[in-house]
Structures are given as C-alpha cells and as structure tokens.
C-alpha cells in the first residue's frame, strides 16, 4: 500500500470514530494491516485505532448477548414459552454475529499482527488482544467450545504474561491491563476467584511500588487501570470475608494523584473510574 492510501485509511478511520461508524472504523483499519508489507508492523496509533474499532464492534454485542440473556431467563422464570423461543432465537443470531467477528480479528491477528510484532510492547499487546477475544467467545459458548476457547484465551495471556513480566516495568499500562483482563479471565470464566484477586493484587502492589517515577502521561494511564484492578478486588472480595478497602497501598494510589498532578486531573481519573464501575456486578476490563 502507498504511504498516502495508508494515510487515508488511517484518517477514514478516524472520521468513522467521531461518527460512531464502528464497523466501516474496522474495514479502514484491516485495509491497513493487511496491505503492509510482510515483517512491517502497525504503528502504536495504527494498533490502537484497530483494537478501539474491534472494541467497539464487539462491545455492543457483547451488552446486547446480556440484555437479552437476562430477558430470556426472566421469561423462563414466568413461562412464557413463545417469549423464551423468540428471545433464544435473537440471541443465537447475536452469538453467530459475536463469532464472525471474534473469528476475524483472531485471523488477523494470527497471519498479520502477531508475526510482525518485533518489540516487547507489540508482542504483549497483541498476545492479550488475542486473549481478549477468545474469551470473549468463552463468554457465551458452551461444551467443549466453550473449553477450547477457554484454553485459548490461557495460552494467550500467558504468552504476553511471560513477555510482560520479562520486558515490561509494572507499572507499564499494558502490563497492567493485561494483569487486569487476565485476572477477570480467573474469575469470570474459570470459576477461580482466589487466582483472580492474587493476580490483581500482586500486579497492584507492585505498580504502586514504582508508581512515582512515572512521567505524567504514563502516569494517568497507569493510575486509571490500577483503580479498576482496584474496583474488581472490591467488587470480587464483597461476599468474602476480605476487602482491600482499607488497604494502604490502596489509599497511597489517591495520596500519589492529589501529590504528582493538579487537582482536576486528579478528578477526571477518578470521574473515569467512576464511570467504569457503574454497575458494581460487572467486572472491569480494558
């Protein structure tokens, strides 16, 4: 691809961001990744507008699949046959929906992205795309494809774990997200909420370790995933008989960001962090 088709893509992208246009947002940014050249990688803005166009794509099924799961199990509980027929129906054309395009960025990420990935950082990133999305065909797949997905989703994030934990300061924002998707991965899918809050806790204490030698733009980026690894030991531990509400390195992420930056940067971390843990009954991802 010429550098000025690349260009355009990259800036329909962009276009089809502000516009919402999620899916067209998708077919400008695999125009990019698969026109370049073998053993050329995406550029970090490249690689970040794919995965928000993914995100975004999948993120509405997703919060569809649940909307109408919940609707689905309520009119069970009521008997309503016909209802229960028709809501399944609709679910399964969201799932079919969910799988093609779980299907495509895996392929894309299996014949383009990943072996292109030279630094550490483009290794991890795409190793836990490539866990994100396998778990999320986990999340509504069932029998064995459920359990293939499953170790999939494992393989992944243990491979960009091996990376990260080498490569990577703990306190590097993919690192911590990907101790943040991967712990959600414990508790949501495997059923093992102690493996859970032991990979979000450790991954917490030891950017919080490192956390004032940050420069300000790691810095908010690190602190806003620290806070949702946070939120999900919270909402993970609030039926057990532990809770890291008071905790001190907990309470130390708040003193660090009322000490290093300006009082309304300090409140759009925290107004993002509230928003992400609206609904206390869902576990926090990035």
């Not at 961001?17 to 550029?43: H, T």
């Not at 969910?98 to 299907?103: H, K, M, R, T």
């Not at 909420?193 to 420069?215: H, R, T, V, W, Y």
């Not at 602190?223 to 690894?229: A, K, R, V």
């Amino acid at each position: 691809m010429a550098s000025s088709a690349r260009e355009e893509n990259v800036y329909m992208a962009k276009l089809a961001e502000q516009a919402e246009r999620y899916e067209e947002m998708v077919d400008f940014m695999e125009k990019v990744a698969n026109s370049l050249p073998d053993g050329q990688e995406l550029s970090v803005e490249e690689r970040n507008l794919l995965s928000v166009a993914y995100k975004n794509v999948v993120g509405a099924r997703r919060a569809s699949w649940r909307i109408i799961s919940s609707i689905e199990q309520k009119e069970e509980g009521r008997g309503a046959s016909d209802h229960v027929a028709a809501a399944r129906d609709y679910r399964s054309k969201i799932e079919s929906e969910l799988s093609s395009i779980c299907a495509g960025i895996l392929r894309l990420m299996e014949s383009r992205l990943i072996p292109s990935a030279g630094a550490a950082e483009s290794k991890v990133f795409y190793y836990k795309m490539k866990g994100d999305y396998y778990r999320y065909i986990a999340e509504f797949k069932v029998g064995e494809v459920r359990k293939e997905a499953a170790e999939n989703t494992f393989a992944a994030y243990k491979s960009a774990q091996d990376i990260a934990l080498a490569e990577l300061p703990p306190t590097h924002p993919i690192r911590l997200g990907l101790a943040l998707n991967f712990s959600v991965f414990y508790f949501e899918i495997t059923n093992s909420p102690e493996k859970a809050c032991n990979m979000a806790k450790q991954a917490f204490d030891e950017a919080i370790a490192e956390l004032d030698s940050l420069g300000e733009e790691s810095y908010k980026d690190s602190t806003l995933i620290m806070q949702l690894l946070r939120d999900n030991l919270t909402l993970w531990t609030s039926d057990m008989q532990v809770s890291y509400d008071n905790d001190p390195s907990f309470l130390l992420l708040g003193l660090c960001a009322a000490k290093f930056f300006p009082i309304h940067i300090f409140s759009f971390l925290k107004f993002a962090y509230v928003l992400s843990s609206k609904k206390k009954t869902c576990s926090c991802t990035i």
